[in-house]
C-alpha cells in the first residue's frame, strides 16, 4: 500500500520556522524524485521544491529560494522527505503536499502520488 504521510504543519507567527515532514512507503522511493507543493485558499496548486533521488540536486520556487531548503533520507522501506521553512510569511499559508514523480523529474511535473496534505497558516 502507498502512501505518503506528511506532518509538521501548524500555526506560526510572520518570521518563525516549521519544519515539514513526509514519509513515503510502499514503492521503492528511494529512485523517485520527491518534493512539495503547496494550494493556497483561491488559488491553485503550486511547485514548492524539489529533490532529485540521491538528494544532490533541488529546485525552489523563487517565492520560497533562500527561506525554504529541502532534503531526504532514504533508508530502505521508508523514505522521508523534508521541508524546512524560515522566515515564514502570511503568504506561505497554504495546504502544503508532498509528492513523488517516478520519471525522476525535480519539478514533479508528472508526480505519481500524493500525500493529504498538511495545514500551515501564518499569521501576521
Known amino acids: 500500500q502507498v502512501q505518503l504521510v506528511e506532518s509538521g504543519g501548524g500555526l506560526v507567527q510572520a518570521g518563525g520556522s516549521l519544519r515539514l515532514s513526509c514519509a513515503a512507503s510502499?514503492?521503492?522511493?528511494?529512485?523517485?524524485?520527491m518534493g512539495w507543493f503547496r494550494r493556497a485558499p483561491g488559488k491553485d496548486r503550486e511547485f514548492v521544491a524539489g529533490?532529485?533521488?540521491?538528494?544532490?540536486?533541488?529546485?525552489?520556487a523563487d517565492s520560497v529560494k533562500g527561506r525554504f531548503t529541502i532534503s531526504r533520507v532514504n533508508p530502505k522501506n521508508t523514505v522521508f522527505v523534508y521541508l524546512q521553512m524560515n522566515s515564514l510569511k502570511p503568504e506561505d499559508t497554504a495546504v502544503y503536499y508532498c509528492a513523488a514523480d517516478s520519471s525522476g523529474d525535480r519539478y514533479l511535473s508528472r508526480a505519481n502520488y500524493w500525500g493529504q496534505g498538511t495545514q500551515v497558516t501564518v499569521s501576521s
Open positions: 529533490i532529485n533521488w540521491d538528494g544532490a540536486q533541488t529546485l525552489y
Open positions: 510502499g514503492r521503492t522511493f528511494s529512485n523517485y524524485a
